[in-house]
């Protein structure tokens, strides 16, 4: 057994089920539907397409951190175990939640000062978040030091590659990352915009792509542009989507023919509702490990 513990947010967006094998500890965001408060707890208190079928139909969302004093409780319960830390939080080009967690590192290594508290800021969101969890994991699991992994992550975190579309860009204007003409306009003629995390963890429009058909194809090519070896590449790749699954599993299936090499098959998660809060219905997203984000 390890004598540190490796932790993320829910907005990683894996299943419990993957959390638990991989033995990767996380607190959950909160979210309000119509004006009731949820915990983002991977889709327990509301299953993901009940969620995005709400959205679509007009249900007010609105999403809160996790704050000092949940952080507090949940590295503390860590720290009581003789447990070190090494906590990763969603990317602060998207949430301030770092501060959270690192004011409640501040007042608990007063308390427990022989204990390691490293907190990390990720640089990623969603799976691609995921991704980089699992990575750490495998770090961990070969025996390297708390030290080792956080340096790691510390040096690779660029690496890990985002690229999402959309089919509805109601969401993305209503969250100010898409204007309003251009949305119009964009509906109109039916454009799928192409956007990606850039090197401060904020997600960035690229493209305006007309047609689903040839955006798809474009995710692909920019997975091989960017990822690690071209079409060689033979690491993980994972995606996610908000309740549009067959379009997640066209891009899937165009990746796993492209890239015969890679570590398993694609590995296709939900949009968490925190994530998903702000792209509603109808996003996908594709990660990898590649060329270290530069702009």
């Known amino acids: 057994m390890s004598d540190y513990i490796i932790s993320c947010s829910s907005t990683a967006d894996l299943t419990e089920e993957h959390f638990k094998a991989r033995n990767i500890s996380y607190i959950c965001f909160h979210f309000e539907l119509d004006g009731k408060q949820y915990l983002d707890d991977l889709g327990k208190s509301i299953p993901f397409d009940r969620f995005y079928e709400a959205?679509?139909?007009?249900?007010?969302?609105?999403?809160?951190?996790?704050?000092?004093?949940?952080?507090?409780?949940?590295?503390?319960?860590?720290?009581?175990?003789?447990?070190?830390?090494l906590h990763l939080?969603?990317?602060?080009?998207?949430?301030?939640?770092?501060?959270?967690?690192?004011?409640?590192?501040?007042?608990?290594?007063?308390?427990?000062p022989d204990r390691k508290i490293y907190i990390l800021d990720s640089l990623a969101a969603s799976s691609g978040?995921?991704?980089?969890?699992?990575?750490?994991?495998?770090?961990?699991?070969?025996?390297?030091?708390?030290?080792?992994?956080y340096e790691w992550a510390r040096d690779n975190r660029l690496r890990l590659n985002h690229w999402f579309f959309s089919t509805d860009l109601t969401f993305y204007v209503k969250g100010g990352r898409i204007s309003k003409a251009s949305g119009f306009f964009g509906g109109m003629l039916n454009i799928c915009p192409l956007l990606n995390v850039d090197f401060m963890g904020q997600l960035i429009p690229r493209y305006k792509i007309r047609t689903k058909r040839k955006v798809i194809q474009t995710i692909v090519d920019k997975m091989e542009e960017y990822c690690d070896d071209g079409r060689e590449y033979n690491g993980k790749c994972y995606m996610c989507h908000s309740a549009c699954y067959e379009d997640a599993r066209a891009v899937a299936d165009l990746i796993e023919e492209r890239f015969?090499?890679?570590?398993?098959?694609?590995l296709i998660n939900s949009i968490g509702t925190t994530i998903g809060s702000h792209?509603?219905?109808?996003?996908?997203?594709?990660f990898f490990w590649g060329k270290k984000r530069v702009d």
């Not at 679509?56 to 704050?67: E, L, V, Y």
């Not at 015969?260 to 694609?266: A, I, S």
């Open 55 to 85: 959205m679509a139909n007009g249900a007010d969302t609105k999403t809160s951190q996790i704050n000092v004093a949940e952080f507090t409780d949940y590295f503390e319960g860590f720290l009581k175990e003789g447990k070190d830390i």
């Open 89 to 112: 939080s969603l990317s602060s080009g998207i949430s301030g939640v770092i501060n959270s967690a690192m004011i409640a590192k501040e007042n608990l290594q007063e308390q427990y």
């Open 129 to 149: 978040y995921g991704l980089l969890m699992d990575k750490l994991a495998d770090l961990r699991d070969e025996g390297k030091s708390i030290d080792e992994v």
């Open 260 to 266: 015969p090499n890679l570590d398993g098959k694609v």
């Open 279 to 286: 792209t509603g219905p109808g996003t996908v997203a594709v």
